[in-house]
């Protein structure tokens, strides 16, 4: 799904900025610690039973790579947004020594969300998610999807927690950062790695984390946004 492009970047930017959504400050902690003590991670199997059934919301289909057929669908719940796909490596933004020209063919040194600090992400650091520029398909906005909005990505029983960081194409969908890969225990290599199917992603609704780097930050609200979503389907 890599198909870099500074133009489509910036115009997903634009779609999805911040400032287009309210926020509730309830999912908003720059500093909060990943797990309070005595706290249990919300397990893989009941974050996915949390999600239910899917209910459609995409107007269409995307493909998870160029050329594919297109079958996967965004899906709905009250709390959250997800979809079903592939994982290709992500390694855009900062130059480092996994994610460069010399490791990746397709590298771009822009992302569509930046740190506090102006710089683009690092994608061997920072756990992020790669979300279609909006479409006729599907608009993201629309539910509360935006640049540093929570996510949690969903892989052979583990989970790793995200921020929505970069846009890809309007029609493509299944791509996340190096980080979130490693995390997960997906090959990493940008040329070759990443899985081919399998992976669930889950993105809360007008949650945010403020600053969009702040790891420990997604970390502490996924967790709180995850088990809110696991109580209400057990309700």
């Given at each position: ?40 991670a ?29 079958t ?13 796909a ?14 460069n ?41 629309d539910?509360?999807v935006q ?12 989970v ?35 899985a ?7 993105v ?32």
């Amino acid at each position: 799904m890599r198909v870099p492009s500074l133009t489509l970047a910036a115009a997903g930017a634009a779609l999805l900025a911040p400032a287009a959504l309210p926020v509730p400050a309830a999912a908003i902690a720059p500093r909060e610690r990943p797990l309070a003590r005595g706290q249990v991670a919300v397990a893989a199997t009941d974050l996915l039973a949390g999600l239910g059934e899917c209910h459609k919301i995409s107007r269409g289909r995307y493909r998870t790579d160029d050329g594919r057929p297109a079958t996967v669908s965004i899906c709905d719940t009250p709390d959250a947004v997800f979809w079903k796909a592939d994982l290709d490596i992500d390694c855009d933004g900062q130059s480092t020594p996994r994610c460069n020209p010399r490791t990746d063919p397709q590298f771009a040194t822009m992302t569509a969300y930046q740190q506090s600090d102006g710089r683009n992400l690092n994608a061997e650091t920072l756990p992020y998610i790669v979300v279609p520029a909006p479409s006729r398909i599907w608009n993201p906005r629309d539910q509360g999807v935006q640049g540093g909005s929570v996510a949690a990505v969903v892989y052979r029983g583990r989970v790793q927690y995200a921020v929505v960081g970069d846009t890809g194409p309007r029609d493509e969908i299944g791509e996340a950062s190096y980080a979130t890969a490693r995390g997960l225990g997906i090959r990493t290599d940008p040329s070759g790695g990443g899985a081919p199917s399998g992976v669930t992603y889950i993105v809360f609704k007008n949650s945010r984390v403020d600053p969009i780097q702040d790891r420990a930050a997604a970390t502490a609200i996924g967790e709180r946004l995850a088990r809110l979503l696991v109580a209400s389907h057990i309700e």
